[in-house]
């Protein structure tokens, strides 16, 4: 029976499946806390994998985001500021000293000159940040432009998890949290909402509290990794059987992500060429490094082969 046709998981994908199901149950479990998400995931994703052939395909070739996710709640097992020291003088000094306007920074400076327009444009470019990306992924996947798919993919996680040891290498702190608290360092900040509050306030909605009340690490602004994801898209829209206007739609979600991450004080304009960097050194190392490998071209065509069925 062809891999198409064969609906049951074999003996040994039984296995690689639950000792993985079982290992991220485990190390949240004992090192992060279950929440009611993670039960629901946890069914959703047994169902997917034993279902049926096309849905274990489906769950392998997201598995890129996936372990995106659980990289992202797994940094609250170790706060990057129990690693290194967190920057928050001297990256505001910096942005002051390079993109200062007066006496300002550029938060500063806007968070003087907001206008409920600008709240609701700065809303809806960030309530884009994620969905847009992931959506646009599996529209490459179930238009079974399965290479493009896992170049992009790839690079999503890659670019994250770059993103994510720039965080414990240097943890900075955002600007919300010099307006808020100063310069002390106060472990254990919990996450703020900063100019996105004006958005939840206009909707009657609570969609960005609920998102940074659980922040895994308020100390990580540098690099903003909100400036790489739609700039992801946007390269890969490049290779990808996609009309000019889906190309020119990313690319104005990506110019007003960069602007609201420093309109709503979440980001200095450090921060955001920094992301911008962290995606252009990622894309460069896994086209130009990873992919030159034989051995790497090698997993790419049976994860290819794979997914495709």
């Given at each position: 029976?062809s891999?198409?046709?064969?609906?049951?998981a074999?003996?040994?994908?039984?296995?690689?499946?639950?000792?993985?199901?079982?290992?991220w149950?485990l190390?949240?479990?004992?090192?992060?806390?279950?929440?009611?998400?993670?039960?629901?995931?946890?069914?959703?994703?047994?169902?997917?994998l034993?279902a049926?052939?096309?849905?274990?395909?489906?769950v392998?070739?997201?598995?890129?985001?996936?372990?995106f996710?659980?990289?992202y709640?797994?940094?609250?097992?170790?706060?990057?500021?129990?690693?290194?020291?967190v920057?928050?003088?001297?990256?505001?000094?910096?942005?002051?000293?390079?993109f200062?306007?007066?006496?300002?920074?550029p938060?500063?400076?806007?968070?003087a000159h907001?206008?409920?327009?600008?709240?609701?444009?700065?809303?809806?470019?960030?309530?884009?940040w994620v969905?847009?990306?992931?959506?646009?992924?599996l529209?490459?996947?179930?238009?079974?432009?399965?290479?493009?798919?896992?170049?992009?993919?790839?690079?999503?996680?890659?670019?994250?998890?770059?993103?994510?040891?720039?965080?414990y290498?240097?943890p900075?702190?955002p600007?919300?949290?010099?307006?808020?608290h100063?310069f002390?360092?106060?472990?254990?900040?919990?996450?703020?909402t900063?100019?996105?509050?004006?958005?939840?306030?206009?909707?009657?909605?609570?969609?960005?509290?609920?998102?940074?009340?659980r922040?895994?690490?308020?100390?990580?602004?540098?690099?903003?990794?909100?400036?790489?994801?739609m700039?992801?898209?946007?390269?890969?829209?490049?290779?990808a059987?996609?009309?000019w206007?889906l190309?020119?739609?990313?690319?104005?979600?990506?110019?007003?992500?960069?602007w609201t991450?420093?309109?709503?004080?979440?980001?200095?304009?450090?921060?955001?060429?920094?992301g911008i960097?962290?995606?252009?050194?990622?894309?460069?190392?896994?086209e130009?490094?990873?992919?030159?490998?034989?051995i790497?071209?090698?997993?790419?065509e049976?994860?290819?082969g794979?997914?495709?069925?």
């Amino acid at each position: 029976m062809s891999s198409t046709a064969r609906t049951s998981a074999t003996t040994r994908e039984s296995a690689v499946i639950i000792a993985i199901l079982g290992l991220w149950l485990l190390v949240t479990g004992l090192f992060v806390g279950l929440r009611t998400e993670h039960v629901y995931i946890l069914a959703l994703l047994t169902i997917l994998l034993f279902a049926t052939g096309a849905t274990r395909r489906m769950v392998v070739a997201l598995l890129p985001f996936i372990v995106f996710g659980i990289s992202y709640d797994w940094m609250n097992i170790l706060p990057n500021y129990e690693v290194n020291p967190v920057d928050i003088r001297g990256l505001y000094d910096a942005e002051k000293s390079l993109f200062g306007i007066g006496s300002s920074t550029p938060n500063e400076w806007w968070a003087a000159h907001t206008s409920k327009i600008l709240d609701f444009m700065a809303g809806c470019f960030y309530l884009c940040w994620v969905p847009v990306p992931i959506i646009f992924g599996l529209w490459l996947y179930f238009g079974r432009q399965y290479e493009v798919y896992l170049h992009f993919s790839l690079v999503f996680l890659f670019v994250n998890l770059l993103g994510f040891a720039g965080y414990y290498i240097h943890p900075a702190a955002p600007p919300w949290y010099v307006a808020m608290h100063g310069f002390e360092f106060i472990p254990g900040t919990h996450g703020e909402t900063a100019g996105l509050s004006a958005w939840d306030a206009m909707t009657g909605t609570a969609i960005f509290d609920g998102l940074y009340s659980r922040n895994s690490n308020v100390f990580a602004a540098l690099p903003s990794l909100h400036a790489a994801y739609m700039l992801i898209a946007f390269i890969y829209s490049l290779r990808a059987r996609c009309g000019w206007w889906l190309r020119a739609i990313f690319a104005f979600i990506c110019l007003g992500i960069w602007w609201t991450a420093v309109y709503t004080s979440h980001h200095y304009i450090i921060d955001v060429i920094a992301g911008i960097g962290v995606t252009i050194l990622g894309w460069l190392l896994f086209e130009k490094v990873l992919m030159r490998l034989g051995i790497f071209r090698r997993f790419m065509e049976a994860y290819k082969g794979y997914i495709a069925g």
